[in-house]
C-alpha cells in the first residue's frame, strides 16, 4: 500500500508540475535567448537554460507531457492489441494456438530498430510516428502475459466447472477470465508506460525521436550529453525528470502487483 | 527426447528463415541503398557498385541469391566498407560484446543471488529493507542513465577508472556495471520472492524440524528450488547481454556488434543488418531453446 501511495504521489506531482507549467513561469519552451545561454540553474531559470537560452525547466515539463502523451498512447495500443492477440492465442484451436504462438515468438525476434527507422522513412519524424514505432512490437510482451494467464486460469477449477456447465467462450472470457485478468493487465500496462517512455529516449538518442522545437525527455537528455562536462544540469535535470518518471510507474507496478498476489 | 529436440530444432531454423526475409525485404523497402548516401561517388562507380554486388536485380532474385548464399553459410560481404566481410565484423566485435556481457552476467547472477539470500535471511531486519530500497531504485534506472552517471563520477569527476575506450580490464569495468545493474536487481528479487515461496513448502518445515541451521535449509534445501526459476529469466537475457548494448558502447566508446548493427541500418548496410539479425535470432532461440532442456533435465516435473 505505501509503494501504491509514494507512487501515485510522485507520479501525480510531477504530471501536475509539467501541466502548470505556464503558470510556473513566464517563459515559453521555445523562446531563445542567445544572451543567457548556458546559464546554471537558479531562482530565475529554475533548471538553468540550454545552448539557446531557453528556459530548460519549461523545456522539461514539456517534455514530461510529450513522453507521457507518446507512452500512454504507445500503451493504450499495445493494450488493445495485446489483449485480442493474447485471448486469441490461448482460446483458440489447437493449430492456431500454435500458429500465433510462433508468430509471437517470430516478431519478438524482427529488429525493432529497423521497423522504427523503417516507419520514420514512411510517415516522417514525428509524435504519431513514434508511438506507431513503439506500439508495433511492444504488444508483444502484453500478449504473451495474456496468454500465458489465461493458460494458467483454464486449470483453475473454476474455469473447469464453467467449461463442463458448457458456457460458451465469449462467456467464459467475459464472466471468468476478464475479472481475473484485470489486475495483471494493470500491473503490464503500469509496467509498458516507463519502458515505452525509456524507448521513444532510445529512438531520441538515435535522431529518429522528436523534431526541434519541441523536445521529449529522451531527446533534451540527448542533447545534454554532449555538453556533460560544462554544463552537467543540462544532462541531470531531463535525466532526472526521466527516472523519477519511471520510479513512479514502477512504484504503482509494483504495489498493485503486491495487492494482487496478497488476494 | 531426441525427436523433441530434432523437432524443435527445425522449428528454430523454419523461424529464422521468416525472421530473415522479413528483415530482407524490409531492408530493401527503405529508400535508397549502399551507395546513395552522402558517399561522393559519381553516378558512373554507384552504378559499377550496385551491379558488382548484385544490387541492379530484380530483389525477388536478389533475395533467392541471398538465401543460396546463406545455404553455404555465406553472410556476404559489407556493402558499406570494402574488404570488410559480415562473418569477420562478427568475428572482430562479438567476442568484444560477449566479453563484456558475460562480465555484466557474472556480475548480476553472484550479486542478485547474494542479494537475494541475504534478503531472505533476515528478513524484517535492516538488510532487508536496504535490499528492498536498493532494488526499488534500481529497477527504475535505464542502463543508459547509469552508464553516463558512472562515466561521469567515476570517470570525469573522480578519475578512479578510465573514462573510454577498450583494451585494459580497467576499461570494461564501468561499462560491464552499467549493463549489470538492472539484470542484478531484477535476479535479486525475482530470486528472493521464489525463495520466500519455496520456505514455506512441505519439505523445507521437514529441514527444519530435523534441526538444520536456517542457513542450511535456505542454501543446500531451498536455493536449488529457487534457482530453477531464475533460469527461465537468463535464457533470453543472456542472448540480449551478449549482443551488446548500443548506447553503453557508444558512452564508453567499444567497438562492439551493437554500434555496428546501429550504423549498419543508418547506412543502409543489407548485408551486415541482415547478418547481425540473423545471429541475434539465432542466439535468442538457442539460449531460449538451451535454457529450457537445462530446465527440463534439471526438472522432469516440467514438461
Request: charged fraction near 10%; glycine fraction near 8%.
Given at each position: ?5 509514494i ?33 546554471a540553474?537558479?531562482t ?27 507512452s500512454?498512447?504507445a ?13 486469441l492465442?490461448?482460446l ?28 520514420t ?41 464453467a467449461?463442463?456447465?458448457g ?13 481475473h ?9 503500469s509496467?509498458t508506460?516507463?519502458s ?12 529518429l ?24 544540469w ?6 532526472g ?7 513512479s ?15 | ?5 530434432l ?10 528463415w ?8 524490409l ?21 559499377a ?6 544490387l ?22 559489407s556493402?558499406?566498407y ?45 538488510q532487508?529493507k ?9 529497477i ?12 561521469y563520477f ?32 531484477s ?41 530453477l ?10 542472448a ?13 566508446a ?9 550504423s549498419?541500418?543508418?547506412n ?15 542466439l ?20
Amino acid at each position: 500500500m505505501k509503494k501504491i501511495k509514494i507512487g501515485a504521489v510522485l507520479f501525480l506531482l510531477i504530471t501536475l508540475t509539467a501541466l502548470c507549467a505556464p503558470l510556473l513561469s513566464p517563459h515559453l519552451y521555445h523562446e531563445t535567448h542567445l544572451a543567457i545561454k548556458n546559464t546554471a540553474p537558479s531562482t530565475l531559470f529554475l533548471f538553468g537554460t540550454d545552448e539557446l537560452g531557453r528556459d530548460l525547466f519549461v523545456r522539461i515539463c514539456f517534455g514530461v507531457r510529450i513522453s507521457l502523451l507518446i507512452s500512454l498512447a504507445a500503451s493504450g495500443i499495445d493494450l488493445i492489441i495485446g489483449l485480442t492477440y493474447g485471448t486469441l492465442a490461448a482460446l483458440s484451436g489447437r493449430r492456431i494456438q500454435i500458429l500465433l504462438g510462433r508468430l509471437l515468438e517470430i516478431l519478438a525476434t524482427v529488429p525493432n530498430l529497423l521497423l522504427a527507422t523503417f516507419l520514420t522513412i514512411l510517415f516522417g519524424c514525428g509524435i504519431r510516428t513514434i508511438i506507431i514505432a513503439l506500439s508495433i512490437t511492444g504488444w508483444i510482451g502484453m500478449a504473451r502475459m495474456v496468454r500465458a494467464h489465461i493458460w494458467q486460469l483454464q486449470t483453475e477449477e473454476f474455469m473447469i466447472a464453467a467449461t463442463s456447465l458448457g458456457a460458451s467462450r465469449p462467456h467464459l472470457l467475459r464472466y471468468h477470465l476478464l475479472p481475473h485478468l484485470f489486475d495483471s493487465i494493470l500491473v503490464t500496462v503500469s509496467l509498458t508506460i516507463p519502458s515505452s517512455i525509456f524507448a521513444e529516449a532510445f529512438l531520441s538518442f538515435l535522431g529518429l525521436g522528436v523534431q526541434a522545437p519541441l523536445a521529449s525527455l529522451g531527446s533534451m537528455a540527448n542533447e545534454g550529453i554532449v555538453s556533460l562536462r560544462y554544463y552537467p544540469w543540462r544532462f541531470f535535470f531531463p535525466a532526472g525528470t526521466i527516472y523519477l518518471l519511471i520510479l513512479s510507474l514502477n512504484l504503482l507496478a509494483d504495489g498493485l502487483q503486491e495487492r494482487r498476489e496478497r488476494c | 527426447m531426441l525427436i523433441h529436440i530434432l523437432k524443435k530444432i527445425a522449428i528454430l531454423i523454419s523461424s529464422l528463415w521468416i525472421v530473415i526475409t522479413i528483415t530482407f525485404f524490409l531492408v530493401h523497402a527503405l529508400p535508397g541503398d549502399p551507395f546513395t548516401p552522402e558517399l561522393p561517388l559519381s553516378e558512373e562507380v554507384a552504378a559499377a557498385m550496385r551491379r558488382q554486388h548484385g544490387l541492379d536485380q530484380p530483389v525477388l532474385v536478389q533475395y533467392i541469391n541471398y538465401l543460396k548464399n546463406l545455404a553455404q553459410g555465406e553472410l556476404g560481404p559489407s556493402m558499406r566498407y570494402e574488404g570488410q566481410t559480415v562473418q569477420g565484423i562478427i568475428a572482430s566485435s562479438f567476442p568484444i560484446s560477449a566479453l563484456l556481457g558475460m562480465q555484466a552476467l557474472l556480475i548480476a547472477v553472484t550479486a542478485g543471488i547474494s542479494l537475494g539470500i541475504v534478503g531472505t535471511l533476515r528478513r524484517g531486519g535492516w538488510q532487508e529493507k536496504g535490499i528492498l530500497l536498493l532494488t526499488t531504485l534500481g529497477i527504475s534506472l535505464p542502463s543508459a542513465i547509469l552508464a553516463i552517471l558512472l562515466q561521469y563520477f567515476f570517470g570525469f569527476k573522480w578519475e578512479l577508472l578510465p573514462i573510454a575506450c577498450w583494451g585494459s580490464f580497467a576499461q570494461t569495468l564501468l561499462p560491464s556495471l552499467s549493463l549489470a545493474a538492472i539484470p542484478t536487481v531484477s535476479i535479486a528479487r525475482f530470486f528472493q520472492s521464489r525463495l520466500v515461496e519455496v520456505l514455506q513448502q512441505d519439505y523445507i518445515l521437514i529441514a527444519r524440524s530435523k534441526g538444520l541451521s536456517e542457513m542450511r535449509t535456505l542454501i543446500f534445501h531451498a536455493m536449488p528450488n529457487a534457482l530453477l526459476a531464475v533460469l527461465t529469466y537468463l535464457g533470453p537475457l543472456i542472448a540480449h547481454i551478449l549482443m551488446g548494448s548500443f548506447i553503453v558502447e557508444k558512452v564508453y566508446a567499444i567497438p562492439g556488434l551493437g554500434q555496428w548493427f546501429v550504423s549498419s541500418i543508418s547506412n543502409n548496410d543489407y548485408t551486415v543488418t541482415m547478418g547481425l539479425t540473423l545471429f541475434y535470432g539465432a542466439l535468442l532461440m538457442f539460449s531460449t531453446f538451451l535454457f529450457d532442456l537445462l530446465q527440463y533435465w534439471l526438472d522432469p516435473r516440467r514438461s
